[in-house]
Nanobody
Framework: VQLQASGGGLVQAGGSRRLSCAASGRTATGRTFNDITVGWLRQAPGKEREFVAGISWSGGKIYYSDSVKDRFTISRDNAKRTVYLQMNSLKPEDTAVYCC???????????????WGQGTQVTVSS
């Protein structure tokens, strides 16, 4: 599975931004985007990589980190093979490189995703 993220940029604190991640291809076992869990992780300079949000193949299971809960919303459009991250009420501490990722299950997505896209920089100014 190949993942292509977009939508990063510079935004003022309190503002909003939407990230997109388009998928193509299949996993090593032949699964497509519609069959797998996808989500977002981020890494700020000098900090550990952090799980942000994940959504199961059907959209029936969604998880957020405590740091973004109630501000960020993850969604997916299986027809377009795209996952979105709507980020509202952005804070300077949300500044990071955001990467979309995919895995067969949510647990793996949260820890060591098997498939990664390139990152997109989000910078929140105070």
């Amino acid at each position: 599975v190949q993942l292509q993220a977009s939508g990063g940029g510079l935004v003022q604190a309190g503002g909003s931004r939407r990230l997109s991640c388009a998928a193509s291809g299949r996993t090593a076992t032949g699964r497509t985007f519609n069959d797998i869990t996808v989500g977002w992780l981020r890494q700020a300079p000098g900090k550990e990589r952090e799980f942000v949000a994940g959504i199961s193949w059907s959209g029936g299971k969604i998880y957020y980190s405590d740091s973004v809960k109630d501000r960020f919303t993850i969604s997916r459009d299986n027809a377009k093979r795209t996952v979105y991250l709507q980020m509202n009420s952005l804070k300077p501490e949300d500044t990071a490189v955001y990467c979309c990722a995919a895995n067969n299950g949510m647990r793996g997505l949260m820890s060591t995703p098997r498939y990664w896209g390139q990152g997109t920089q989000v910078t929140v100014s105070s």
